[in-house]
């Protein structure tokens, strides 16, 4: 299983990024995947999680982040509007087992990507 995230970079107060995660496993369609972000000193938190049915955010980023997945293109999205210095970190991609929920804990995945640097500037 790999995972390769992009779209990071740096922003201002107020603006937007999108973050994709390529993912090369063959039971993406079925399984739960997750972004995670990790800021310096702190440790990894939950951002978003979306399965094949619901989905799940961090209360500090809903009405802001928008989580999505095409299963065609093996590929999940993290829609980021409204940023804030606060969601500075860096993003990481996570796949679960299939068949199973959309975790909130970084233990509900067994598949990381590398990250990928949002930083926000004020």
């Known amino acids: 299983v790999q995972l390769v995230e992009s779209g990071g970079g740096l922003v201002q107060t107020g603006g937007f990024l999108r973050l994709s995660c390529a993912v090369s496993?063959?039971?993406?369609?079925?399984?739960?995947m997750g972004w995670f972000r990790q800021a310096p000193g702190k440790e990894r938190e939950f951002v978003a999680a979306?399965?094949?049915?619901?989905?799940r955010y961090r209360d500090s980023v809903k009405g802001r982040f928008t989580i999505s997945r095409d299963n065609a293109k093996n590929t999940v999205y993290l829609q980021m509007n409204s940023l804030k210095p606060e969601d500075t970190a860096v993003y990481y991609c996570?796949?679960?087992?299939?068949?199973?929920?959309?975790?909130?804990?970084?233990?509900?995945?067994?598949?990381w990507g590398q990250g990928t640097e949002v930083t926000v500037s004020s």
């Open positions: 979306i399965s094949w049915r619901t989905s």
């Open positions: 996570a796949a679960g087992r299939a068949g199973v929920g959309p975790s909130t804990d970084t233990r509900g995945y067994n598949s």
């Open positions: 496993m063959s039971t993406f369609s079925s399984s739960p």
